[in-house]
């Protein structure tokens, strides 16, 4: 499978005639795949609660994996490598913390 349309320079991807960021190539493809599940987890977490405050830290969960995936927060390309990567492991170690249950049902 190809994946998303992207546009030339490989910084959006188009889905439906939109445009999105598209993920940071240069992470590690670990360090992509546990930031995405955590992202696929809080999102389900998002259509699952039904309060207030557990769709809030949700949320806040998505917003955090996006950004370690480099598709919110400062765009990818205007960082060095090792800043991207650093974002990346802080926010997957704040994932960790919030949601210890998706990291325990990797056996981390």
């Not at 349309?5 to 590690?28: H, K, Q, S």
């Not at 259509?47 to 765009?75: N, S, W």
Request: net charge positive; hydrophobic share 40%; aromatic share 4%.
């Amino acid at each position: 499978m190809a994946g998303p349309e992207r546009t030339e320079d490989g910084r959006w991807i188009v889905v439906g005639g939109r445009r999105w960021r598209a993920e940071d190539p240069a992470l590690e493809p670990d360090l992509a795949a546990r930031l995405r599940s955590h992202l696929g987890r809080a999102r389900a977490a998002v259509r699952g609660v039904g309060e207030a405050p557990a769709e809030r830290r949700a949320r806040d969960r998505v917003q955090l994996a996006k950004e370690g995936l480099g598709e919110r927060g400062t765009a990818w390309w205007e960082l060095p490598v090792a800043e991207r990567e650093q974002r990346a492991r802080d926010r997957l170690s704040r994932l960790d913390e919030a949601a210890p249950e998706a990291a325990a049902s990797r056996g981390d």
